[in-house]
């Protein structure tokens, strides 16, 4: 079993940026995916990005994050990255990683929340206008 903290969140002006962290613990993260997703108030958990286990430069976007975000990983540091550039106020929620283990030879980066294992206790990002 894995657990997963995030870290980075917190108030920033619309246009700028943020990085978020999520830091596993275990030896195993690099077989991990490891998905963002976001919920604001009175929404929806939303698909934010993914990426796939090491091994693989398979990464998904959210039509929302695109071109604004970048997901990466450290495997050495058991960490997954959210970049986040040009933050607008729509992006104001709270943001959670989330990861699975896969275990199969096929790389794959799925969006439905269901999918995922193992959930963090989420970071706040608020943007103001």
């Known amino acids: 079993q894995v657990q997963l903290v995030e870290s980075g969140g917190g108030l920033v002006q619309a246009g700028g940026s943020l990085r978020l962290s999520c830091t596993a613990s275990?030896?195993?993260?690099?077989?991990?995916?490891v998905g963002w997703f976001r919920q604001a108030p009175g929404k929806e958990r939303e698909f934010v990005a993914t990426i796939a286990r090491s091994g693989s430069s398979l990464v998904d976007y959210a039509d929302s994050a695109k071109g604004r975000f970048t997901i990466s990983r450290d495997n050495a540091k058991n960490t997954v990255y959210l970049q986040m550039n040009i933050l607008k106020p729509e992006d104001t929620a709270v943001y959670y990683c989330?990861?699975?283990?896969?275990?199969?030879?096929?790389?794959?980066?799925?969006?439905?929340?269901?999918?995922?294992?193992?959930w963090g206790q989420g970071t706040q990002v608020t943007v103001s206008s």
């Open positions: 275990g030896r195993t993260f690099h077989t991990y995916t």
């Open positions: 989330a990861g699975f283990q896969n275990a199969s030879p096929i790389y794959y980066t799925p969006r439905r929340p269901d999918q995922y294992d193992y």
